[in-house]
């Protein structure tokens, strides 16, 4: 026991000895987590088509036409200045814009000049959508006068004026008249949602905190692969043969080392997440340090069976980064996996990171406790004694 | 010029025998890039960047005008790619596939629709009790859904514009003489048809006139963004790794040897920063080919890609020397570097889209030569061309220049690289 704490405590002296370390072991994940879960969209973002609209007339009518085009469930309306909007035209980052020329107002619906350009990008469905959406709020907006200029239209053709007077006056009338049906216009829809289970249950702050813990607690602990390197090529590793420290002992010291520097790592970002970010991760303790232990004992299981196949610390280092990232990336701890296509959903279940990233959202997100997670945990323990025989039975001091 | 040209190549050589380096600088981004277009669905067809297809059920139980005008818009050629609506008929069994997620949107058009909107003979005065359509909506497509409901308020408006333009007309008609109330009826039939014009083509009292750019339909590929992504997250690496270098040469004893050869230190100097560069734009055009070979990634117009490569990479250089003009030790810049190169990757839009990101992150952002190239590579894979790259292009520069003059005066104070 006193070797595994000796050969624990050296390994914390090495990997402390620079204060970089504390970049990578507190700081950078704190970055991350804060960035991510302000980032990352959620469920209730407005995903509607970016309409970019210009209004240079800033009348009554053109700001009725924005808020037509605001109550759409299909655009979104943005207001920017003309030379913005063809900026972003140009560089194609809009697919269509709506331009509002200075002069349109009533007088000019009424005298049949009131004119709009809509700008879209060739073959775009987004801009066939937007057109439609705006067609609508021009409805909404003119259709008063526009009823107003047909009676006036009809009444030429059954009659005619006698006077100018008399045509205004009864395109007065015609257009009280008009707004008086509009206003008593009754509903024609009615939206139902439907039942369809909401697949995807996604909290970003939630999913970043648990995602970037898993990600900086996993890319260090495969760094055990490193450190064998690394004591390897110093000849360090040697030496121990010298002394009666068994393969067993000396794995175990350096992973159980590594593991109780992971829990530290992760009770600092679980406090985070619980001052910071508002998260109930301390609803059940023993839960929860039952999924972080298992997760990190897997890590470390995987970071002790790579050291047994690469060569140099070097290799070992970029190794570790590439795994880590991968293996968080594919595991669901950057972009919730309920996103991924239900193949990959299938595929990544072989990955530790999945689970471990299952398990936690299980606390955090669904508000499970210790016999939710016993599976999670019970797969994790399953990878661990995998990959330690692995190391075990392939570990070489030279 | 030579000593210069031959200092900057034998550093690219040692980049790429270091098999070390080439995990960083060429695996990890390639194996992330693939990773992503994984889970974006981009190599299943699942990508969902775009809205095309969507599947939408409409229930015509009218079987009259109205209802047959609005099957007719959801089945015409104008939406032909945008809608894939298939007809039903019993309106609990299309209910049923929203709930089990087969389509976006079920149109339920009720029987008696028609005639609630058209007034009956002799009774323009008492309008139908209204009979409603019903849109419904899967949850879990919101965007999809909120697509169709603004087809059916399109058709909706100008039937509602029909229907009161009609009756203002006629009733104005009989309140100034000009028709009888037995004349109404013919005008009410006249109105009629109207309405049923009006529901395919109408005038808008505010003419829309609609313009569309020259070019050609460019759909967007969400690997377009995420590749580069990676491949610039990743240079950041390769520029501290040769800053690292520079340093790794003095404790190793290379570098006083240079400088006892008839070789200036500005020679030297520029030598390393060419070989950083150099190694830098060789990682970016290997990774920016293995993409296009593997996933058929399309990157844009070629002349703009490699400008704005060299210029990402220059800029990036200088942040590269700036990491090593700080540090004292290669192994700091090694440290730094890694960390750099994961925050300018956060914030340069690697993981996320920037235009998720707070404002004020977004300003910060600026600051990263990832943010500036990543703009610059999306306007390409959009269809933009080297024309549309000023601002990048010219930013990066900038940074690249200035950073390069900050180094330049602290490697000066240090006597890094003085005979």
Same mark, same amino acid.
């Not at chain 1, 960035?35 to 053109?62: C, E, F, K, Y």
């Not at chain 1, 959903?345 to 299980?362: C, F, S």
């Not at chain 1, 004694?385 to 692995?390: M, Y």
């Not at chain 2, 703009?304 to 700080?326: D, E, H, N, P, S």
């Given at each position: 026991?006193?070797?595994?704490?000796?050969?624990?405590?050296?390994?914390?002296?090495?990997?402390?000895?620079?204060?970089?370390?504390?970049?990578?072991?507190?700081?950078?994940?704190?970055?991350?987590?804060? @960035?991510?879960?302000?980032?990352?969209?959620?469920? %209730?973002?407005?995903? &509607?088509?970016?309409?970019?609209?210009?209004?240079?007339?800033?009348?009554?009518?053109?700001?009725?036409?924005?808020?037509?085009?605001?109550?759409?469930?299909?655009?979104?309306?943005?207001?920017?200045?003309?030379?913005?909007?063809?900026?972003?035209?140009?560089?194609? &980052?809009?697919?269509?814009? +709506?331009?509002? /020329?200075?002069?349109?107002?009533?007088?000019?619906?009424?005298?049949?000049?009131?004119?709009?350009? #809509?700008?879209?990008?060739?073959?775009?469905?987004?801009?066939?959508?937007?057109?439609?959406?705006?067609?609508?709020?021009?409805?909404?907006?003119?259709?008063?006068?526009?009823?107003?200029?047909?009676?006036?239209?009809?009444?030429?053709?059954?009659?005619?004026?006698?006077?100018?007077?008399?045509?205004?006056?009864?395109?007065?009338?015609? @257009?009280?008249?008009? *707004?008086?049906?509009?206003?008593?216009?009754? $509903?024609?829809?009615?939206?139902? $949602?439907?039942?369809?289970?909401? *697949?995807?249950?996604?909290? /970003?702050?939630?999913?970043?905190?648990?995602?970037?813990?898993?990600?900086?607690?996993?890319?260090?602990?495969?760094?055990?692969?490193?450190?064998?390197?690394?004591?390897?090529?110093?000849?360090?590793?040697?030496?121990?043969?010298?002394?009666?420290?068994?393969?067993?002992?000396?794995?175990?010291?350096?992973?159980?080392?590594?593991?109780?520097?992971?829990?530290?790592?992760?009770?600092?970002?679980?406090?985070?997440?619980?001052?910071?970010?508002?998260?109930?991760?301390?609803?059940?303790?023993?839960?929860?340090?039952?999924?972080?232990?298992?997760?990190?004992?897997?890590?470390?299981?995987?970071?002790?069976?790579?050291?047994?196949?690469?060569?140099?610390?070097? *290799?070992?280092?970029?190794?570790?980064?590439?795994?880590?990232?991968?293996?968080?990336?594919?595991?669901?701890?950057?972009?919730?996996? $309920?996103?991924?296509?239900?193949?990959?959903?299938?595929?990544?279940?072989?990955?530790?990171?999945?689970?471990?990233?299952?398990?936690?959202?299980?606390?955090?997100?669904?508000?499970?406790?210790?016999?939710?997670?016993?599976?999670?945990?019970?797969?994790? @323990?399953?990878?661990?004694?995998?990959?330690?025989?692995?190391?075990?039975?392939?570990?070489?001091?030279? | 010029?030579?000593?210069?040209?031959?200092?900057?190549?034998?550093?690219?050589?040692?980049?790429?025998? %270091?098999?070390?380096?080439?995990?960083?600088? @060429?695996?990890?981004?390639?194996?992330?890039?693939?990773?992503?277009?994984?889970?974006?669905?981009?190599?299943?067809?699942?990508?969902?960047?775009?809205?095309?297809?969507?599947?939408?059920?409409?229930?015509?139980?009218?079987?009259?005008?109205?209802?047959?005008?609005?099957?007719?818009?959801?089945?015409?050629?104008?939406?032909?790619?945008?809608?894939?609506?298939?007809?039903?008929? %019993?309106?609990?069994?299309?209910?049923?596939?929203?709930?089990?997620?087969?389509?976006?949107?079920?149109?339920?058009?009720?029987?008696?629709?028609?005639?609630?909107?058209?007034?009956?003979?002799?009774?323009?005065?008492?309008?139908?009790?209204?009979?409603?359509?019903?849109?419904?909506?899967? /949850?879990?497509?919101?965007?999809?859904?909120?697509?169709?409901?603004? #087809?059916?308020?399109?058709?909706?408006?100008?039937?509602?514009?029909?229907?009161?333009?009609?009756?203002?007309?006629?009733?104005?008609?009989?309140?100034?003489?000009?028709?009888?109330?037995?004349?109404?009826?013919?005008?009410?039939?006249?109105?009629?048809?109207?309405?049923?014009?009006?529901?395919? %083509?109408?005038?808008?009292?505010?003419?829309?006139?609609?313009?569309?750019?020259?070019?050609?339909?460019?759909?967007?590929?969400?690997?377009?963004?995420?590749?580069?992504?990676?491949?610039?997250?990743? +240079?950041?690496?390769?520029?501290?790794?040769?800053?690292?270098?520079?340093?790794?040469?003095?404790?190793?004893?290379?570098?006083?040897?240079?400088?006892?050869?008839?070789?200036?230190?500005?020679?030297?100097?520029?030598?390393?920063?060419?070989?950083?560069? +150099?190694?830098?734009?060789?990682?970016?055009?290997?990774? #920016?080919?293995?993409?296009?070979?593997?996933?058929?990634?399309?990157?844009?117009?070629?002349?703009?890609?490699?400008?704005?490569?060299?210029?990402?990479?220059?800029?990036?250089?200088?942040?590269?020397?700036?990491?090593?003009?700080?540090?004292?030790?290669?192994?700091?810049?090694?440290?730094?570097?890694?960390?750099?190169?994961?925050?300018?990757? #956060?914030?340069?839009?690697?993981?996320?889209?920037?235009?998720?990101?707070?404002?004020?992150? *977004?300003?910060?952002?600026?600051?990263?030569?990832?943010?500036?190239?990543?703009?610059?590579?999306?306007?390409?894979?959009?269809?933009?061309?080297?024309?549309?790259?000023?601002?990048?292009?010219?930013?990066?520069?900038?940074?690249?220049?200035?950073?390069?003059?900050?180094?330049?005066?602290?490697?000066?104070?240090?006597?890094?690289?003085?005979?």
């Amino acid at each position: 026991m006193k070797k595994i704490f000796a050969i624990a405590w050296k390994d914390a002296i090495v990997r402390f000895a620079s204060s970089s370390e504390l970049l990578f072991f507190i700081i950078l994940p704190l970055v991350f987590t804060f @960035l991510l879960a302000g980032g990352t969209p959620s469920n %209730d973002d407005d995903n &509607r088509i970016h309409l970019v609209v210009v209004d240079q007339a800033n009348t009554a009518i053109s700001q009725n036409i924005i808020t037509e085009l605001e109550k759409s469930t299909a655009v979104r309306p943005e207001l920017l200045s003309l030379k913005e909007a063809e900026d972003l035209f140009d560089s194609r &980052r809009a697919n269509v814009i +709506l331009v509002i /020329p200075a002069g349109l107002d009533l007088h000019a619906i009424q005298n049949g000049t009131a004119q709009l350009d #809509i700008r879209q990008q060739p073959n775009s469905l987004d801009a066939t959508v937007a057109v439609r959406a705006v067609q609508t709020a021009i409805r909404s907006v003119s259709s008063a006068v526009n009823a107003a200029n047909h009676a006036v239209k009809t009444a030429e053709e059954n009659g005619g004026f006698k006077s100018e007077a008399e045509r205004l006056a009864y395109f007065d009338d015609a @257009l009280k008249l008009a *707004q008086t049906m509009q206003k008593d216009a009754p $509903e024609r829809v009615t939206v139902i $949602e439907g039942s369809t289970p909401d *697949q995807i249950e996604y909290d /970003p702050r939630a999913s970043s905190s648990a995602g970037q813990l898993i990600t900086w607690v996993f890319i260090p602990l495969f760094g055990i692969s490193a450190l064998f390197a690394y004591e390897r090529q110093q000849g360090t590793l040697r030496r121990i043969l010298t002394t009666p420290t068994s393969k067993a002992a000396y794995l175990f010291g350096t992973i159980s080392g590594q593991v109780v520097m992971a829990l530290v790592q992760m009770s600092l970002l679980v406090m985070f997440g619980s001052l910071v970010m508002k998260l109930s991760w301390g609803r059940e303790p023993l839960a929860l340090f039952v999924i972080l232990t298992s997760a990190a004992v897997a890590a470390g299981a995987i970071g002790t069976a790579m050291g047994t196949f690469i060569k140099t610390e070097g *290799q070992a280092s970029g190794l570790s980064i590439m795994a880590g990232m991968v293996m968080a990336l594919m595991g669901g701890c950057w972009y919730p996996i $309920e996103l991924f296509p239900s193949f990959v959903q299938n595929i990544v279940k072989i990955l530790p990171t999945t689970w471990a990233m299952q398990g936690l959202l299980d606390l955090v997100l669904r508000g499970g406790g210790l016999t939710e997670i016993l599976p999670e945990a019970g797969v994790l @323990l399953g990878f661990a004694t995998i990959f330690f025989s692995i190391g075990v039975v392939r570990f070489r001091y030279e | 010029m030579l000593k210069t040209f031959l200092i900057g190549i034998k550093d690219l050589r040692l980049a790429f025998r %270091d098999r070390a380096a080439l995990i960083l600088m @060429l695996a990890a981004p390639f194996v992330l890039t693939l990773g992503l277009g994984l889970v974006t669905g981009r190599f299943s067809g699942n990508n969902n960047s775009g809205l095309s297809d969507i599947p939408v059920i409409i229930v015509n139980l009218d079987n009259d005008q109205m209802g047959d005008a609005l099957t007719d818009v959801f089945t015409s050629e104008e939406l032909a790619d945008l809608m894939e609506p298939v007809l039903g008929s %019993d309106p609990e069994a299309a209910r049923q596939l929203i709930d089990e997620d087969q389509a976006a949107a079920v149109v339920i058009i009720p029987k008696g629709f028609t005639r609630s909107i058209i007034p009956q003979e002799n009774n323009f005065a008492t309008p139908s009790d209204p009979v409603k359509i019903e849109v419904y909506a899967n /949850p879990s497509r919101r965007t999809s859904a909120g697509i169709v409901k603004s #087809i059916v308020d399109e058709f909706l408006s100008r039937v509602e514009e029909g229907r009161v333009s009609g009756s203002v007309s006629i009733f104005q008609l009989m309140l100034s003489g000009r028709i009888t109330p037995g004349q109404a009826q013919a005008a009410g039939i006249a109105m009629t048809e109207q309405l049923q014009t009006n529901t395919t %083509d109408s005038d808008l009292a505010i003419k829309l006139n609609s313009s569309t750019a020259a070019g050609e339909e460019v759909d967007f590929d969400i690997l377009a963004y995420l590749a580069p992504g990676m491949a610039l997250m990743f +240079l950041m690496y390769t520029v501290s790794y040769g800053g690292r270098s520079i340093l790794a040469e003095k404790t190793q004893g290379t570098l006083p040897r240079l400088l006892v050869s008839p070789t200036s230190s500005s020679q030297i100097l520029g030598g390393k920063v060419f070989g950083i560069f +150099l190694t830098g734009a060789a990682q970016m055009l290997i990774l #920016i080919g293995a993409s296009s070979l593997f996933f058929q990634l399309k990157w844009g117009d070629p002349i703009g890609v490699i400008v704005l490569v060299l210029a990402a990479v220059f800029g990036a250089t200088g942040w590269g020397m700036f990491i090593t003009a700080l540090a004292r030790t290669p192994a700091q810049v090694a440290s730094i570097g890694t960390a750099v190169m994961l925050i300018f990757g #956060i914030l340069g839009g690697s993981f996320i889209s920037l235009d998720q990101m707070p404002p004020a992150i *977004q300003t910060f952002s600026r600051i990263t030569p990832n943010s500036w190239a990543l703009d610059g590579f999306t306007t390409l894979g959009l269809g933009g061309t080297l024309t549309n790259l000023s601002t990048p292009i010219a930013a990066l520069l900038a940074m690249g220049i200035s950073l390069f003059l900050v180094s330049v005066a602290l490697f000066g104070k240090k006597n890094l690289v003085q005979k």
